[in-house]
């Protein structure tokens, strides 16, 4: 990662399980408020910030509900109250929030939520893909993955500064892929509490409730108003992109880590792109600098920002590059395409010039994706085109 | 890069050996993963736990397939596992065993280096308990060297607080009497 030329002694290097790397961004970002189910389907997370708001290290309204249903109910109420707001979870503890997700996204309260990515029942799994966020992928919150447990760190205290934006005021979902990510004990980089004070001040809502200022959130919309907030929700979120960006350079500036929507790694002559998000990018880069010592043309895009979609940095990252092959971790059973492609493909479309599209969907449901993995499929994807495409998209790795 | 995977029964405290050693390694400024072979955690069932201690920022994000050192709590895994038939030609295993290296490579075929330690009579005696997590450290530093044996005193402390000296004082004598045979043709 590159390091800022001068940078100032504000950080400590500390290793930690990510969970507990993500509760500390959380403190670091003073939250005042966080509901959260505790068991199963959770992380360390929550448990972590529980512990920190019993021992007085963070001055917060902790409160254990009985559902996730009832979590995002109860970080709608706090938000409304005017309060900084944070929850987590994973898997089925996510599709238990369904409901209450849109009203979060519909009513702008920015929430900030941490999805630890893991598999939906059934069959029962409990291990690392995308399928709960990617059911959850229309709820009109904020969405973007990271790749380690610096990125979640970081991004954790980006999300508060982002969602808290007047001009934006919408809630921000950090994707971070369970287990994979979220169990593992690695180096990260900490700033100090002063640092994080500068960088994201208390949050001052427009509008909140209090019984001696009445007001009304959250009210019906009838037909000749629904679709119009619609619109209006869709503008803010798709102009959202630039707030973001904004803060993520920001960050850059303090930390030396710069983020973008769409990152590149030996793009430059590739000929044959990659494209993933989460974890499964670092492994990537590994297999693509294998196969470009071997003298093969490829690179690789991630993915970073997943709401708003960001059409541009994407097309401008692809280039004129021949083939493109997206990554997907989730399914979308007797659709078009698994996700991720159906909306790559969908980017390209109206492009006169375009790459082949391939999809592959790898790591369901826990499945290991080492660096070999990747250069399977280009292989694969590259004897594709010459033949012409076999089918909309593959499973890799499926036994017969 | 150094990988090693340790193998365990639920309980004996395999992933907490991995958390601490990775602590220690990212403590002497190196960068390591530490992570457990996630599945329904079941006190006495097989379990794995994997560390990788690096130079660098360690980008792998996958199980550990072909390991630099193997580390076995428990030889009756030995027979259920197999841990040993993917190690690299030149790793070490680190066992917990009372036999010597003779009796072991006859009983179970090994051919690599080894590293034997009687880790269950080292902690009876230091922690009175038969838990040999944190001794079998001892087995796996003097094998490894990848930190010195005062890098663990601070992820000790943190983890055991009062009981922190008394499971350095167990590492430190296994790490003592480990036994070291280099691999055989």
């Known amino acids: 990662m590159a390091k800022a030329k001068t940078k100032p002694a504000r950080f400590h290097r500390e290793g930690m399980e990510v969970s507990i790397a993500v509760s500390h961004a959380v403190q670091l970002a003073r939250a005042e408020a966080i509901a959260a189910y505790p068991i199963t389907p959770q992380t360390h997370i929550v448990e972590h910030l529980s512990s920190l708001v019993a021992d007085g290290q963070l001055e917060a309204e902790f409160i254990n509900v009985e559902s996730e249903h009832s979590a995002m109910s109860a970080c709608i109420g706090m938000s409304a109250a005017g309060a900084r707001t944070y929850t987590a979870t994973s898997s089925q503890g996510l599709a238990l929030m369904f409901e209450i997700l849109f009203i979060a996204g519909a009513m702008r309260f920015p929430i900030v939520m941490t999805v630890a990515n893991r598999a939906l029942s059934g069959p029962l799994s409990i291990w690392n893909d995308h399928s709960d966020i990617m059911a959850a992928r229309d709820i009109g919150w904020l969405q973007v993955f990271v790749k380690n447990g610096q990125e979640a760190f970081d991004h954790t205290v980006m999300a508060f500064k982002i969602a808290e934006t007047p001009s934006v005021l919408l809630p921000m979902i950090v994707n971070l892929d369970g287990f994979i990510l979220s169990h593992v004990v690695e180096a990260l980089e900490m700033p100090d509490q002063e640092l994080v004070d500068q960088f994201l001040p208390p949050y001052s809502p427009r509008h909140v409730l209090n019984p001696k200022a009445p007001v009304t959130m959250g009210a019906f919309a009838m037909p000749e108003i629904y679709t119009e907030v619609k619109m209006k929700h869709q503008v803010t979120l798709t102009n959202a992109a630039g707030r973001i960006q904004e803060v993520w350079d920001e960050w850059g500036q303090l930390t030396g880590r710069q983020y973008y929507p769409v990152e590149r790694h030996l793009t430059e002559g590739a000929e044959i792109l990659l494209l993933t998000m989460g974890t499964l990018t670092e492994v990537a880069e590994i297999a693509v600098e294998e196969m470009r010592e071997a003298g093969l043309p490829v690179g690789l895009i991630s993915l970073r920002q997943w709401r708003p979609f960001p059409f541009a940095a994407l097309r401008a990252a692809v280039g004129d590059a021949k083939l493109l092959i997206v990554c997907d971790r989730a399914l979308s059973p007797g659709g078009a395409a698994p996700p991720v492609l159906a909306e790559v493909r969908s980017a390209f479309y109206t492009q006169a010039q375009r790459p082949d599209i391939i999809g592959y969907i790898i790591g369901l449901g826990g499945r290991d994706v080492p660096p070999e993995a990747f250069k399977d499929i280009v292989a694969k994807a590259r004897e594709e085109v010459t033949t012409g495409p076999t089918q909309e998209f593959h499973l890799y790795g499926v036994r017969g | ?185």
């Open chain 2, 1 to 185: 890069m150094l990988e090693i995977r340790f193998h365990g029964r639920g309980g004996q405290g395999a992933v907490t050996s991995v958390e601490l050693l990775a602590l220690a390694a990212i403590g002497e400024g190196k960068f390591a993963q530490g992570f457990p072979s996630f599945g329904p955690e079941r006190r006495g069932a097989p379990v794995m736990a994997f560390l990788r201690i690096n130079d660098h920022h360690i980008r792998l994000r996958c199980k550990i397939a072909s390991p630099d050192v193997i580390l076995i709590l428990d030889p009756s895994l030995i027979r259920i596992q197999k841990p040993a038939a993917d190690l690299k030609p030149e790793g070490t295993i680190v066992l917990n065993t009372h036999k010597s290296p003779a009796e072991v490579r006859q009983e179970y075929g090994f051919k690599h280096r080894l590293a034997l330690v009687d880790a269950n009579t080292i902690a009876k005696e230091v922690l009175g308990v038969p838990i040999t997590n944190t001794t079998m450290l001892g087995a796996l530093l003097k094998a490894t060297g990848v930190v010195p044996l005062e890098a663990m005193t601070k992820p000790l402390q943190e983890r055991f607080g009062p009981l922190a000296s008394k499971n350095f004082n167990a590492l430190k004598a296994a790490y003592e009497k480990t036994h070291l045979e280099e691999a055989q043709p």
